[in-house]
């Protein structure tokens, strides 16, 4: 490399394109052996810091740094994609989506504004309408892709906030409520007191009696409801709150409802979904993110609101800086409708994806999620060891083994054992005020034989802890 291109920080167009080509054979080696990589490889900080190179003034050769990619960093990352990866939400990826990604990142399109990017901007709109279609939101409706569920979340609440939520208010949401949205409301100004955690039912959904009790005695104690937010699968059950029944007590009112559809608004493309989520349309805003049930790469969250046009009010600030952003009023800009201004092309992975597959493949993978918790739940069920705490509900299903002694101990430390093996990985969650198992069945690209073997080596490992 010549001294004018390192100091222009770039390669000769032939060794950019021999790594390049390196690059895609080390991504297409790993999605075509994916499943002989350990889900998670026990890893010591010491270890992994003596293992890296310090920075240096003259730099290193290239290959030897992809080397040390491949060799000491990603086997050390847990493989969320990975068809054994049954802990927390999988993010299952997709091939043409990282194909996506590298073009988005090669390119290095912004997509905030029209000036920017136009055609970045038509694909987010056409994908946001896509997505508000399927989920049956109005016409007016519209939405922004951001970072995840988190963002989404905030963006929501902040609307509402914008919408008259007052900040000295009541939010109402249940026990299995994600806590991206309390920190989304203590972000908000919301006072810790005043945020309702209500208990919920067996099954983890919220109950309207104790909503509606909750709401009364707050009413006769004089303070004033600010939210309601719903879950649309809640991340330790699966669990739906009861959407139209809450969408008729915040309609009533005058109450903004809030839905987090993080994992499972997605599953409204599937027919069984979809009656699942029924009253998900009527819901003021929701967050959804399609790097968890939509199979694309980190990072995409999506907020959809039922009118656009609140959205960019609530948004909305045209600085001097931006004013030649603001020319026309026909020009869309993503900066209006949440809190980034420097926005990557989050849009085009999701678009090229839908484009790619067809939009019923990916209701046959949505679907086949669905199939694999169901299948978890009847290996439990026809083990006595196994006792099925909360049946398999939007993809996941939560157990306990019946061993004498510390059972919850028991879980943690099969949980535990599970994670060094590295032949899966799963995640304990409480239910009803017990340590639970857990498996969240999202991949499409997981079979059968893979759950039944995690089932057994869980009873193997908590037989031989007994």
Excluded at 20 to 39: K, L, N, T
Excluded at 220 to 233: E, H, Q
Aim: charged share 20%; hydrophobic share 45%; glycine share 8%.
């Amino acid at each position: 490399m010549s001294g004018n291109q390192s100091q222009r920080l770039e390669l000769p167009p032939g060794e950019f394109r021999r790594l390049g080509h390196s690059v895609i054979d080390a991504i297409a080696d790993y999605f075509e052996q994916q499943r002989d990589w350990p889900v998670r490889l026990p890893s010591q900080r010491s270890e992994l810091e003596s293992a890296l190179h310090p920075v240096t003034e003259q730099g290193r050769p290239p290959d030897a740094v992809i080397a040390d990619v491949m060799t000491h960093i990603l086997p050390h990352c847990m493989h969320v994609n990975h068809p054994r990866f049954f802990a927390f939400v999988p993010g299952p990826s997709n091939q043409i989506g990282v194909l996506s990604e590298t073009l988005a990142s090669a390119f290095n399109v912004f997509a905030g504004t029209w000036l920017g990017g136009a055609a970045a901007i038509i694909v987010e709109r056409q994908t946001l309408a896509w997505l508000c279609a399927e989920l049956g939101l109005p016409p007016q409706a519209g939405g922004v892709l951001v970072s995840g569920g988190s963002n989404a979340n905030l963006t929501g609440l902040a609307l509402a906030v914008h919408q008259g939520a007052p900040r000295d208010g009541v939010a109402y949401f249940s026990d299995q409520t994600h806590s991206a949205s309390e920190r989304a409301l203590r972000v908000l100004g919301f006072r810790t007191e005043n945020l309702r955690r209500l208990p919920s039912d067996d099954l983890g959904r919220l109950s309207m009696d104790v909503l509606l009790s909750a709401f009364d005695s707050d009413a006769k104690a004089g303070l004033r409801p600010a939210c309601v937010i719903a879950n649309a699968g809640a991340t330790s059950t699966g669990a739906v709150d009861p959407l139209a029944d809450l969408a008729d007590f915040c309609q009533s009112r005058k109450l903004w409802l809030h839905a987090d559809a993080a994992y499972g608004g997605a599953a409204a493309l599937a027919p069984r979904g979809k009656r699942l989520l029924a009253g998900l349309e009527r819901c003021d805003t929701l967050a959804l993110d399609p790097h968890k049930w939509l199979f694309q790469p980190f990072d995409i969250g999506c907020l959809l609101a039922r009118s656009e046009q609140e959205l960019v009010d609530a948004f909305r600030v045209m600085p001097a800086y931006l004013k030649d952003v603001y020319r026309h009023d026909a020009e869309i800009n993503y900066c209006d409708r949440g809190m980034e201004l420097t926005r990557p092309f989050r849009a085009l992975k999701l678009w090229m994806s839908l484009q790619v597959f067809g939009a019923a493949a990916f209701r046959d993978a949505i679907e086949r999620g669905f199939q694999l918790a169901e299948f978890a739940e009847q290996e439990l069920r026809s083990d006595p060891f196994w006792e099925v705490l909360t049946p398999a509900q939007m993809a996941i299903v939560t157990f306990r083994p019946r061993v004498p002694g510390n059972c919850d101990e028991a879980v943690r430390a099969a949980a535990d054992a599970m994670f060094h093996d590295g032949y899966a990985v799963l995640t304990t969650t409480t239910v009803r005020g017990m340590a639970a198992l857990r498996l969240c069945t999202i991949n499409p690209r997981t079979e059968e034989a893979e759950i039944r073997e995690t089932i057994r080596k869980l009873a193997i490992m908590i037989q031989d802890r007994s």
